[in-house]
């Protein structure tokens, strides 16, 4: 799949290179490594402007995009750092501006990374905790209200959680992923993302399996954190179409999200509960609802509705491309796609790429009621990537009709061969590493 529509300059990819072959023989999770490295850069992460610190294993980054929404739609300028970047590296990075934060451009990211690079000296360190300290000097440096970080793997661990204070702690949703670094059962990975909870600090969760959410409550119980949690302090419905939010402040009746599928009402009402339990900016009822109609995150149910790829596919058809490369992120997918179903009925292709950590059985077991076609193929670039024929196995026992194709593109022309009575719909999926190349190569990447 060619991607070079869209490419960092040849000094950022370069750096970059360099940069990864600083990486450790091992991923062994800590924070000594990077807490070894603020403090030679002189503690970024102290001088930033106030922190809401999201965890979870699903809707991290829908929930970072409708809490920047929300913000910027209120005047507020709102740095935001997010992973992992679909096409450049530069998505991870946005820096307040007013009217609207931005993409850090690459000279900007240059200098922060080579200031990084030049403070760790060569000492063995992962990219993504270069990436946080860079990120650190980089919102240290330039004004805004607020920050938005995203927690990278788990939560205890992770490079970003070196925030003493932030003003919230959020929980989206915590499901099983990450086995080999999180644990293999639901509350020692809740554990592990609940370790995000600073002392006296709101924590703000979203709705959770009854084993995540008891290791949620004990720990801000031990931490005296005050707990807000979906379906007890706040509730988010749809009614008549309408994102209903109530919690003891009252009543919001607001347009849907612009997002599709009914886990993004969720993962907007998680949003809305962490401005109200805050009460630290001053949010209208119209910026709440401009936040949510406004927001947009690549990739996740995205149509696709012209590019280079989508000339490709057969006349009529849908293209929809979601990044969902886990158990739930495929049970909210099918879900949104069983909606489709219900407005306009067509026949269903899957399009599936996964890494090769990934359940694909359990995965690709939510489709099974949808769809018995299956198109296994290859994610471009990733040498850890799940060869299609294994991802094929995986859907035969299934009892899917599956088969093998060298890319996306050819995919799609081969669908084009079929006789549709009906166009039909298709969703790429499987894995983010897979999304970030669809959209370089349909010329739509995210700007």
């Not at 799949?1 to 869209?6: D, G, I």
């Not at 609207?100 to 990219?127: F, S």
């Not at 490369?325 to 219900?342: K, P, S, W």
């Not at 009621?369 to 024929?389: E, K, S």
């Amino acid at each position: 799949m060619n991607t070079s529509a869209v490419s960092s300059s040849p000094p950022l990819r370069e750096l970059l290179a360099r940069l990864s072959t600083l990486h450790p023989r091992h991923i062994d999770l800590g924070l000594e490594r990077i807490r070894g490295l603020l403090e030679r850069l002189d503690h970024p992460e102290r001088k930033l402007p106030p922190v809401i610190h999201v965890a979870g294993t699903n809707g991290k980054g829908s929930t970072i995009a409708y809490l920047r929404g929300i913000l910027e739609a209120s005047g507020l300028r709102v740095h935001a750092f997010t992973s992992p970047y679909l096409v450049r590296i530069n998505e991870c990075f946005r820096v307040g501006r007013p009217g609207g934060g931005v993409l850090v451009g690459d000279d900007e990211l240059c200098a922060a990374l080579e200031r990084c690079e030049r403070a760790n000296a060569g000492a063995p360190i992962t990219i993504f905790e270069i990436e946080t300290a860079a990120a650190f000097c980089l919102f240290a440096q330039q004004q805004a209200d607020v920050v938005l970080l995203e927690v990278g793997l788990g939560g205890r661990l992770d490079a970003t959680n070196v925030i003493d204070t932030p003003l919230a702690s959020v929980i989206a949703p915590v499901s099983i992923d990450h086995t080999e670094f999180l644990g293999d059962t639901l509350a020692q990975i809740a554990g592990e993302k609940a370790a995000i909870v600073k002392p006296r600090v709101p924590v703000i969760c979203a709705e959770q399996a009854p084993e995540a959410m008891t290791v949620i409550e004990a720990q801000a119980s031990r931490l005296h954190s005050p707990l807000h949690a979906a379906g007890q302090q706040w509730h988010v419905n749809i009614e008549r179409g309408r994102l209903v939010y109530q919690d003891d402040r009252g009543l919001l009746d607001l347009a849907a999200p612009k997002l599709f599928g009914r886990h993004q009402f969720d993962n907007a009402g998680l949003a809305i509960a962490t401005l109200r339990a805050l009460d630290t900016f001053r949010i209208g009822i119209a910026d709440f609802e401009a936040g949510i109609v406004n927001a947009e995150w690549p990739a996740r149910m995205q149509r696709l509705t012209s590019g280079a790829l989508v000339d490709f596919a057969p006349v009529g058809g849908e293209i929809w491309l979601d990044g969902g490369h886990n158990a739930e992120g495929g049970r909210v997918a099918a879900a949104a796609l069983g909606d489709l179903e219900e407005r306009v009925s067509r026949p269903l292709v899957v399009i599936a790429g996964m890494m090769a950590n990934k359940d694909a059985t359990a995965f690709l077991a939510n489709f099974a009621g949808l769809t018995r076609h299956i198109i296994a193929v290859q994610i471009p670039g990733r040498d850890n990537a799940m060869p299609p024929a294994q991802l094929a196995d995986a859907a035969r026992a299934l009892g899917m009709r599956v088969e093998t194709s060298s890319s996306v593109e050819a995919a799609l022309q081969s669908l084009v061969r079929l006789a549709y009575e009906v166009p039909p719909r298709i969703l790429i999926t499987g894995s983010l590493y897979l999304a970030g190349p669809v959209l370089a190569a349909n010329g739509t990447p995210p700007r």
